[in-house]
């Protein structure tokens, strides 16, 4: 049973799961923390925190959420490490696993068994508290990727915060959830940054963005995400990343090269495998989709 | 006055113009040639098309619509040549410009006059009659580049066409347009198309998919496109699309050297002009943009 929690940073994701746990737990008492006062005091206008807390807090709440970006959540540890008794649990909501998990291994030392790492899997690219929604969980998944040093209790408990929330939970170690997330997420983020970052560098931008239409706008929009969180996420979870960049790159110079050498039958094959496995992405037909999968190895 | 069309091509783009035209031209008669029997049957049973043609038909309405992908309006230009008569005006909807018109001139010899060449900027990922949408153009862009050959009364028959429809018609010189499409929509394409298919030939492909959430899902949207459509596209406007994966190519290992070298401000920087440019773009705020775009030069 969770009766209080100490939400450590108020905004986009911090602000949504206090007003998610607000809407199905209306007794639970919600403390936050913020360096940006003005961001604490929209959480609190919103009626998602109750009132500002302080370090001291750490030591008087069920759970402390770290909800604040990858590098943050870090330092915070370090801050917290003193502060903390035998009962609380600590939980984040960081978008990288393993060096969060390695910075809690090295603040924690002992009471790492407390850190239940987690990450929910949703989020807009519209950032703060005034973006906040009790919704934006409902539905989608919560990562956990526990400890061998945790107990059944506490991931039962965040499990339980998440599913309050409106999550379903599922449960993956570190380094597979970077090595996915780099691929669908965050190498995803980094080309949206590239593609527009390269268009708007041009002497004709303005030219350019006043014929983008909506494929263009859906394509980048992630790149409207928060740069500050997408740095540290990229360099946090650098190893993972430049791979995946690397893979990409490769497959980005087969397909530029199927064009080059006027490749028509290679090029529509191409297009269709990604078509086709989208369209299953989409319906959730993966019976089918492990056909298109060994179509694509058969061909390579 | 255009009292009749011959839309020849009935998926997507044709029945939407046709269903645009019946919107607020219930008067005009609507003629359909498709090479499919189903989408054409479609099209008639939607009520955007009044009845079948042939390409007799060329020689009684007062404009011929292209509506196929690209590489069967060149088809297609070569067929009604000996049908044409003086007062038909030919137009087209294809998203590559300078390979069409060299089509027509070479199809239409001396009647090329008679093509004013044409490419509305909308669309979605679904194709075929059934996804067709009276508003599809609704409050969007038709670009319409004329040849120095159109003389005026024809190319503000096309514009009038257009306008009814509910698009709003801007010109600009094929080349111009083959080279801003090219970076604003064929680049993001085939990056969609190759993200997508680079998953899908992954061993663990059904895991990366189950994970993916809206930002790959948005990132990806266009990857649902036509493989035929956007092979035609590729091939058609080969160097200017290969002009933009190169730049593009670059842009994207001077951020993957930045996360490689982990230069926090640096990478901050680059994704902050993303951003920025993006949330400018948004607002239309362009003399704000501006402002970026020289900052960005200065960096470079």
Redesign the interface.
């Known amino acids: 049973m969770i009766s209080s929690i100490l939400i450590i940073g108020t905004g986009l994701i911090g602000t949504s799961l206090a007003l998610a746990l607000k809407r199905t737990q209306p007794g639970i008492r919600v403390i936050g923390i913020d360096p940006h006062a003005e961001s604490l005091d929209a959480a609190i206008a919103r009626g998602a925190v109750d009132h500002a807390g302080s370090m001291e807090h750490v030591s008087k709440v069920d759970v402390v959420v770290l909800a604040a970006p990858v590098r943050q959540i870090t330092l915070t540890l370090a801050a917290i490490a003193p502060l903390l008794r035998d009962h609380t649990i600590i939980t984040d909501v960081g978008s990288t696993k393993q060096d969060v998990i390695a910075a809690a291994r090295s603040a924690l030392a002992n009471r790492v068994s407390q850190f239940v790492p987690a990450h929910p899997?949703?989020?807009?690219e519209q950032h703060g508290p005034a973006a906040a929604d009790a919704l934006l969980f409902d539905g989608?998944?919560t990562?956990i990727t526990p400890l061998a040093e945790n107990n059944r209790q506490s991931i039962g408990m965040i499990t339980k915060l998440w599913e309050q929330a409106g999550a379903s939970v599922v449960e993956m170690d570190a380094s597979?959830h970077d090595a996915?997330?780099a691929?669908?997420?965050h190498?995803?983020?980094?080309?949206?940054?590239?593609?527009?970052?390269?268009?708007?560098?041009?002497?004709n931008?303005?030219?350019?963005?006043s014929?983008?239409?909506?494929?263009?706008?859906?394509?980048?929009?992630?790149?409207?995400?928060?740069?500050?969180m997408?740095?540290d996420i990229?360099?946090n979870n650098?190893d993972a990343?430049?791979q995946e960049?690397d893979?990409?790159?490769l497959?980005?110079?087969e397909?530029?090269e199927l064009?080059?050498s006027?490749d028509?039958n290679g090029?529509?094959e191409?297009?269709?495998?990604?078509?086709?496995?989208?369209?299953y992405?989409?319906s959730g037909q993966?019976s089918q989709?492990?056909n298109?999968?060994n179509d694509?190895?058969d061909k390579?």
């Open positions: 899997i949703a989020g807009r989608k998944k990562i597979t996915v997330f691929a669908v997420s190498l995803p983020h980094m080309l949206a940054f590239t593609m527009v970052n390269e268009l708007a560098s041009r002497p931008a303005k030219t350019l963005f014929h983008a239409a909506s494929g263009f706008r859906d394509f980048t929009r992630i790149a409207s995400s928060s740069p500050e997408w740095r990229a360099l650098r990343l430049l960049f893979q990409f790159l497959r980005a110079n397909m530029r064009i080059a006027r028509e090029l529509r191409f297009m269709r495998q990604a078509e086709k496995a989208r369209g992405w989409l993966w989709f492990n298109v999968d694509a190895n390579t």
